[in-house]
């Protein structure tokens, strides 16, 4: 199943159950999110309104444990939080480590993935999955949704498993990249990794050849919320209006943060002896979700602005 309707869906389809407005209301105040811990999901429960998180291994304040990979644990939570919709950023995002371990990650990602679908498919509910713009090949980016998929690590594999799965269940999929914002405890997103070395006075080396869109953690927040609402199903781009390279990313978070710039060394990729191959080119398009839903991205400017504006706040 794809497209960007209102579908009926699995056993509300089959009981002939309506999935129109009144359902959704339900879902818009109350919605869980799988993985609350992580980058993502610390923005959908920070921006959106009404949200129960959970998490696995890393505790927050306010989350509730939950081995997702435990069907029966699964549906419990989605009865005793009667959410109508499923945010799924819950993942093994580490590329390298998949790499390595490919038989770990297919099955770390993977089997909590279904054990969502299908448990969101018995209730009802709306479930928004996330992928990554490692599913193309990064020769010849940006890339629009439609173009065909083609990846060079086994963690683009991965998520292209992972679309073609949660479209089958009449799901959605947010494609992002590099994505960066505040973060709980120890910071895993890139700008945040390089802002804390750059304040220890530690040369950092960042690749220049690696180009695509940074995407600020509440944008991609406030377009799944849009996306949720609308239940629109299908695979939908999410990303920042500027298409640069991770030096000059690197280079922007140094001035926005008031660092030294002179530690930043640009090298290429290959220099870097990194396990997994990377998309070089890349970047995504998103004038889909701009022209369903009249979304307007943070530049990486202003998002980077706006990151320092919060870390200053809880100094």
């Known amino acids: 199943m794809g497209g960007d309707g209102h579908l009926p869906r699995g056993a509300a389809a089959e009981r002939g159950v309506a999935v129109g407005p009144a359902r959704l209301a339900r879902g818009l105040t109350r919605a869980l999110v799988v993985g609350a811990s992580g980058q993502i999901g610390g923005a959908l429960c920070r921006v ?5 998180g959970t998490y696995r291994s890393r505790p927050g304040s306010g989350l509730r444990q939950l081995d997702a990979s435990d069907a029966e644990a699964f549906r419990r939570t989605l009865d005793d939080t009667g959410a109508a919709i499923v945010f799924f950023p819950a993942a093994q995002p580490n590329v390298d480590w998949c790499e390595a371990h490919p038989a770990e ?7 909590p993935l279904r ?30 949704e439609t173009d065909p998929v083609s990846p ?13 799965e949660t479209l089958a269940a009449g799901a959605a ?16 997103n890139f700008v945040l990794r390089l802002v804390q070395s750059l304040a220890r006075n530690e040369t950092v080396r960042v690749p220049t050849d690696q180009v695509g869109t940074p995407t600020y953690s509440d944008d991609v927040a406030r377009a799944s919320g849009m996306i949720a609402d609308a239940r629109a199903t299908g695979i939908w781009h999410v990303a920042g209006p500027d298409r640069i390279s991770r030096l000059e990313l690197a280079r922007h978070a140094a001035r926005a943060f008031g660092l030294s710039e ?11 002896g990194q396990l997994a191959r990377r998309p070089l080119e890349s970047g995504l398009v998103i004038d889909k979700l701009r022209e369903r839903f ?13 990151l320092r504006a919060i870390i200053d706040r809880h100094e």
């Open 173 to 188: 999929v947010v494609r992002t990249t590099v994505v960066f914002g505040s973060e709980r405890g120890e910071p895993r």
């Open 115 to 144: 054990v969502a679908l299908a448990a969101a498919i018995e209730r009802d509910a709306f479930l928004v999955a996330y992928s990554s713009d490692y599913v193309f090949d990064g020769a010849h980016g940006p890339y629009v």
């Open 152 to 164: 060079i690590s086994v963690y683009g594999r991965i998520k292209v498993r992972l679309e073609e």
């Open 294 to 306: 009249g979304i307007t991205m943070h530049s990486v400017g202003a998002a980077l602005a706006d």
């Open 105 to 111: 990650a297919e099955s770390g990602n993977l089997g």
């Open 262 to 272: 002179m530690l930043i060394q640009g090298v290429p990729t290959s220099a870097l």
């Open 48 to 52: 959106l309104p009404d949200t129960v």
